[in-house]
Nanobody, 126 residues
Framework: QVQLVESGGGLVQAGDSLRLSCTAS????????MGWFRQAPGKEREAVSA????????YYVDSVKGRFTISRDNAKNTVALQMNSLKPEDTAVYYC???????????????????WGQGTQVTVSS
């Protein structure tokens, strides 16, 4: 069982930055692939970014490439999403997710993930 707790959301203006953090319980965090998803009102949940167990492989949805950076610290059981140059269309609830995967890949489908955090609201005003 893995428990995930997100933090770092908030209300910012367009062009500002935020850093989301997700802390995982358990002693085998390094064996989990991690992902960040977001869901805006009236829209489906989408994968924003994902990272494999080692941090060596990462994924970004096209709309955030060059602005967001995912990273993980397996010693601290954390995964972070650094979000720069935020836009109003980034407004959503952001979720951290974990899936057991001691391999080289990341996962971009929400159905692939076993554990989810409670979500943190990110609101970007224009």
């Amino acid at each position: 069982q893995v428990q995930l707790v997100e933090s770092g959301g908030g209300l910012v203006q367009a062009g500002d930055s935020l850093r989301l953090s997700c802390t995982a319980s358990g002693r085998t965090f390094s064996r989990y692939a991690m992902g960040w998803f977001r869901q805006a009102p009236g829209k489906e949940r989408e994968a924003v970014s994902a990272i494999n167990w080692s941090g060596g492989s990462t994924y970004y949805v096209d709309s955030v490439k060059g602005r967001f950076t995912i990273s993980r610290d397996n010693a601290k059981n954390t995964v972070a999403l650094q979000m720069n140059s935020l836009k109003p269309e980034d407004t959503a609830v952001y979720y951290c997710a974990a899936r057991y995967g001691y391999g080289g890949t990341y996962y971009t489908q929400s159905a692939s993930y076993e554990y989810w955090g409670q979500g943190t609201q990110v609101t970007v005003s224009s």
